[in-house]
């Protein structure tokens, strides 16, 4: 809303478009608001934002996002996440979102490690950021790396209900239903829960054999 009202005072702020485009995709992207509702919204504000200033790193970065997460164009997503950490070397979510949102769906283990370690070094205190790393490393077939470095974070902040999230997806993958169950809840308990959420517990509930709960 802000940033709507921020774009309305004065149309030519291209940031007011890219952080209203940013807000939209986390929406989607974190299950809050079905992506068929926000990801069309979110590409029209980016390519208003870099219509405005094509310069502008972090908002190729949104736009790699949206051409991966939700029109799975990969070819496009790719040279765009590109342009963006040419621009914004030091953007940690430029890295982050391209390790996350274009190298790992495409299996590419080793550049997507590279990518969100860049994103740790530039940004070492970012729950979200160093939760990626659990999941790159977790997906990459590091499940043991993934666990120490996910109960690393939740030592320094176990608030942040997205470690908790991807422990409990780790921990269902390795075969411990018991504490993938408990990660859920906690998980669901700090942030009241989303869809993914909900379907992660249930297949941890699977896993345990008790069926009537899943």
Do not use: C, N
């Amino acid at each position: 809303d802000h940033f709507i009202a921020a774009a309305s005072e004065q149309p030519d702020y291209p940031l007011a478009y890219a952080g209203l485009a940013d807000a939209l995709l986390l929406l989607g992207v974190y299950g809050a608001k079905p992506a068929a509702s926000v990801f069309p919204p979110a590409r029209d504000a980016i390519q208003k934002a870099l219509s405005l200033d094509p310069s502008l790193g972090e908002g190729h970065a949104t736009y790699g996002a949206v051409l991966s997460l939700y029109d799975w164009d990969w070819k496009q997503a790719g040279e765009t996440f590109r342009r963006a950490v040419a621009l914004s070397p030091r953007s940690p979510t430029a890295w982050q979102w391209r390790a996350m949102h274009h190298l790992l769906p495409q299996a590419r283990f080793d550049e997507a490690r590279a990518a969100v370690d860049r994103a740790r070094a530039l940004d070492p205190l970012s729950m979200a950021i160093a939760t990626s790393v659990g999941v790159v490393y977790h997906l990459a077939g590091d499940s043991a790396g993934a666990i120490r470095a996910l109960r690393r974070e939740l030592e320094l902040d176990p608030s942040f209900p997205m470690t908790h999230y991807f422990l409990g997806g780790v921990l269902r993958d390795m075969g411990d239903a018991g504490r993938a169950i408990d990660a859920f809840h906690a998980a669901i308990g700090k942030s009241g829960g989303t869809p993914e959420m909900t379907a992660g517990l249930a297949q941890a509930y699977a896993r345990a054999g008790d069926l009537d709960r899943a």
